[in-house]
Structures are given as structure tokens and as C-alpha cells.
């Protein structure tokens, strides 16, 4: 073998080992490119997969959020629904109540009444006291009361506090107090008139 064979031979073999450790860092870079691609494509899908349960938890909410307010506006459309049947109920009873109070009847409501109160409640000397409406009964309710009634004394005032018919009836040492006026009729019926309407109406 001649130089020259010999130096082309020493190129070959330089080269070819330049070749090996050239590929051997070309393959190195790639399974640290693929290494790194994998754990990208991983931190990917696990990025994907918590936006997704972000997504259906938000969704959750929502949707928990519209049922609740469905739920809340429903209960408000039935409140609303029970208050105007009751305000309804109670502006017609008030109608007729008033009606009453310009019939006969009204005066004999009052009379009974009277009577049915004094003998319950303790003593025999009691204030009696009308709206000023009921003005035109005061004098002939003073003599009946007197004459039916002579073992006890009544006091009878008129007074701005009622505004619907009826009397307040209260002992004159001021102890015990009865109220038998349209206002509290109605209002103890309210709450019984909105159980009802609820139970059976709505």
C-alpha cells in the first residue's frame, strides 16, 4: 500500500468515525426531542384535562345556579300569587263589613257583643270605646246598656284609633283589655287564610 492508499484509508476511517459519533449525537438529540415532545404531549392532555373539569364544574355551577333561581322565582310568583288572594279577600271583606256597619243589625252586633264581653271580663265598670263613625249609636247604646245591664257601669268614648267597626272594650283599672273590632277579626284570619289558599288553591 502506497501513501496515498494509506492516507485515503486513515480519511475513510476518520470519517467514518466522525459519521458514528455525528449519528450518535444526531439520535441522542432525537430521543431528547421525542423525551421532551412525550412529556409536552403529556403536560398537554393533562392542561386539556383540567380545563375540561373546569369546564363541566363552571357548567355545574351554572346550571345549579338557574335551578336554584327557577326554584326562588317560582316561590315568589306563589307569595305573590297568595298575597294578592289574601289583599283581594281581605279589600272584599272589608267592603262588606262596612256595609254592615250602616244595617240595623250592626247596632244589635254591638249590643250582644257588649253584653257577652262585660260578663267575661273581671269586674262591673268598664270604658267602652267606638270609632267616631259609629257616633249616631253612643246615646241609644248608653241607655240600653244601662237599663239591661244595671249592675254595671259603662263609660263609652269615641276614638280616631278605630277606623273599622267594632268596640274595645277594657276594665277601668285598665288591667284587661278586649278588642273586638273588624280590623282584628281580619287580622286573625290572615295567616289562617294563607294556609288555606296555599293548601288548597295553589
Known sequence: MDISEKIMAI???????????????????KNELKKKYDQ??????????DIL?????EAEQKREQIISRAILDRKNIRRKKVNECINNFVEELQEKL???????????????????AAVEL?????????RNKDHGLKSDLENLLQFEMENYEFEIELTERLKSGGFIIQTQNNQQLLENTFSALIDSYKEEIAIEIKNNIL
Open 11 to 29: 480519511k475513510t476511517e476518520i470519517i467514518g468515525e466522525v459519521n458514528e459519533e455525528n449519528n450518535k449525537k444526531i439520535e441522542k438529540i
Open 53 to 57: 373539569k373546569s369546564y363541566k364544574s
Open 122 to 130: 273581671p269586674g262591673n265598670k268598664f270604658s267602652i270605646y267606638l
Open 40 to 49: 409536552f404531549q403529556k403536560e398537554l392532555e393533562n392542561k386539556q384535562q
Open 98 to 116: 262596612e256595609d254592615f256597619t250602616a244595617k240595623k243589625y250592626y247596632y244589635l252586633f254591638i249590643v250582644n257583643s257588649l253584653k257577652e
